[in-house]
């Protein structure tokens, strides 16, 4: 089996990190080593967490993933798992690229596609280019019953692009209801 580079995406609260916490279990079932990971810009906490109560501590990424991955004193994982995708920087996916290409590791990368004003984030962008497979995450809007939601309205902190926050701070939407949402946003600015 070829080793390959998968981003998981969706909106937030679409079991992301359910999933990852998944496959991790899974994974280590069968024997297989695994790194869960996650980059320094989600400074919530040092673990990856669901909103069941889910939790197990992950490696932060604070420069390139490999240095971490490829520590001289540990065995080589078979599969690196990393959460909130979105905020790795273009480097850092093309460096998980490279564990795939050039050591075998399976990388599997969890996170959002847009932020809140309908943008890529930059991880995601480069993971949408380069992924090998592409998984999308269904998950539906409450406002537009049964649409997929792919969107996030912004409900409170400031207008940053990137502002970590949990349920209190964004929600997600479809593309009709965010953009109807974007478009009152805008006129009232």
């Known amino acids: 089996m070829n080793a390959k580079l998968v981003f998981v995406y969706s909106s937030m609260n679409s079991g992301k990190s359910l999933s990852i916490l998944t496959k991790n279990y899974m994974l280590k079932e069968k024997g297989f080593k695994t790194i869960l990971m996650k980059p320094e810009l989600d400074d919530r906490t040092t673990a990856i967490s669901t909103r069941l109560g889910l939790e197990e501590k992950c490696e932060i990424i604070t420069e390139l993933p490999s240095k971490k991955v490829l520590k001289s004193n540990k065995a080589k994982p ?9 905020f790795l920087t273009k480097e850092q996916v093309w ?13 599997y ?23 090998d497979e592409l998984v999308q995450v269904e998950t539906f809007c409450k406002t537009n019953k049964g649409s997929p939601a792919m969107f996030h309205i912004k409900l409170g902190g400031s207008d940053a692009t990137v502002e970590t926050g949990y349920e209190d701070m964004y929600d997600t939407a479809s593309r009709k209801v965010w953009k109807q949402w974007f478009d009152n946003r805008n006129v009232k600015e």
Do not use: P, R
């Open 78 to 86: 078979n599969f690196v798992l990393v959460d909130e995708a979105q």
């Open 109 to 131: 990368c969890y996170g959002l596609k847009l932020n809140w004003q309908g943008e890529f984030f930059e991880g995601s962008h480069e993971l949408m280019k380069i992924a």
């Open 95 to 107: 460096d998980l690229a490279g564990l795939v290409d050039n050591w075998g590791i399976n990388v």
